[in-house]
């Protein structure tokens, strides 16, 4: 329910106070649901791990993340730019890399510059009764792509926020990478008459551009 009085943030009570995309919104506090997947765990191992190893780190190592830190502003994985300090960006960047099962950095990384972002456009078919979800791919990305999904909603929807990471993005086939196996193994198969929104992002050392967000409303008659 929309609201009209003194902007209020958090939770009183049984009910939560939220900034919304056309203003402020009050709704019952739900518990938030506590999954235990594997990448769950494996990223809550993480975080630890790779906050031990900044004692490690040598005083001229430590120099470069201040270094870093003081020029850089960091987009989380809500797409939002923050400010973090050296050590709070040491632990961030490389549990993104952690959690991706690639190398850590001892010394912090350049800061990247992000061109504009290779995928196009999302497109979901049933061929032969066989759902099928592309992303339409120009060009070639400096090193990852992530994708994230959302759960399947009704076609007038205009705005989601939960986008779970569903995996890096395959190599694309004549100029169109297949990701409906990642998908559908989240989500399961999503049906006629709903929308699905995906949204990417570039990866560069640990660093993330905007996330780009596509929707495809599927037609009722599709299959």
């Not at 929309?2 to 402020?24: A, M």
């Not at 007038?156 to 779970?164: D, S």
């Amino acid at each position: 329910m929309k609201i009209e009085s003194i902007p209020k943030s958090g939770r009183q009570g049984d009910v939560v106070f939220v900034e919304g995309r056309y203003g402020n919104v009050v709704r019952t506090f739900v518990p938030p649901s506590n999954p235990q997947t594997a990448d769950q765990q494996a990223h809550r191992r993480n975080i630890p791990a790779v906050s031990r190893r900044w004692r490690t780190l040598s005083l001229e190592q430590t120099g470069t993340w201040r270094a870093l830190a003081a020029n850089t502003c960091f987009i989380n994985d809500e797409g939002k730019q923050v400010r973090l300090n050296c050590f709070q960006l040491f632990v961030r960047l490389n549990t993104r890399r952690a959690d991706l099962g690639l190398p850590q950095f001892d010394t912090a990384p350049a800061k990247p510059a992000f061109s504009t972002s290779p995928v196009l456009d999302l497109d979901i078919s049933y061929p032969a009764g066989k759902c099928t979800i592309m992303l339409r791919v120009q060009g070639t990305p400096a090193q990852v792509i992530l994708v994230r999904g959302a759960r399947p909603v009704r076609s007038g929807v205009r705005f989601v926020l939960h986008f779970p990471f569903l995996g890096l993005l395959p190599p694309p086939i004549n100029g169109w990478s297949d990701i409906t196996e990642m998908y559908i193994a989240r989500f399961g198969i999503p049906k006629p008459g709903t929308a699905v929104w995906i949204s990417t992002c570039q990866h560069i050392d640990g660093f993330i551009d905007a996330p780009k967000v596509l929707r495809f409303r599927i037609p009722a008659s599709a299959a």
